[in-house]
């Protein structure tokens, strides 16, 4: 009987491990989901003989509010050349933009992902306008129109924002009962009498 009792425990300890194990894992990639950018306009990385207007698309609707969405574009001579804020449509965030010497542009940029956490990063394009093109470059401005400085930028713009330390945090709890889950399975089959 105490065989049967033994097997029934390290059976239970087993089940607690798993839903335990799939609960770490499912926290952990809801927590890890904020939005991230699915396309630019201009692309990021390359070159465009004219814009109106920057484009940033991400994965899911953006939550608006006063403030917290940032597009600036700061051009080879360090000036910027974002003309309005932001303006948010679904997914995408869009800032009028007039571009002024021809070079490298950064674009800067700030949103709160539709899961309420901030993602911000940067990306770059080259601005090379036609040789024909008789418009006259913009002026730019010596500060950003929206926001007083520059937005803190991720590592690498381009991809998913990275993983909050509350993921890391809970991750670490999620192990921490599924130790513990296994040594009370294995401290129950120990603890048993064996049979005769």
């Known amino acids: 009987m105490s065989g049967v009792r033994a097997r029934r425990g390290l ?13 770490v894992l499912t ?48 051009g080879p001579d360090g000036r910027y050349y974002e003309t309005a804020c932001p303006a948010l449509s679904g997914t995408d965030m869009t800032s009028p933009v007039a571009l002024g010497p021809s070079g490298t542009y950064e674009v800067e940029w700030r949103a709160v992902s539709s899961d309420g956490h901030p993602v911000s990063g940067s990306y770059v394009f080259t601005y090379a306008p036609d040789a024909a093109a008789t418009a006259t470059p913009a002026a730019g401005s010596a ?4 926001g007083d400085a520059a937005p803190t930028a991720a590592p690498d713009s381009a991809a998913p924002a990275s993983i909050d330390p509350g993921v890391w945090a809970g991750l670490g709890i ?23």
């Open 174 to 196: 999620g192990l921490i009962v599924i130790a513990l889950a296994a040594i009370g399975a294995w401290l129950i089959v120990r603890r048993s009498p064996k049979q005769k």
């Open 27 to 74: 926290f952990a990639s809801s927590a890890s989901a904020h939005d991230s950018i699915v396309s630019t306009d201009p692309a990021a990385n390359g070159t465009t003989t004219g814009v109106s207007a920057v484009t940033i698309s991400f994965s899911g609707d953006l939550i608006g509010g006063e403030g917290a969405e940032i597009i600036q574009v700061k």
């Open 11 to 23: 059976r239970l300890g087993l089940v607690g491990t798993v839903v335990a194990l799939a609960g």
């Open 143 to 146: 500060k950003p129109v929206c």
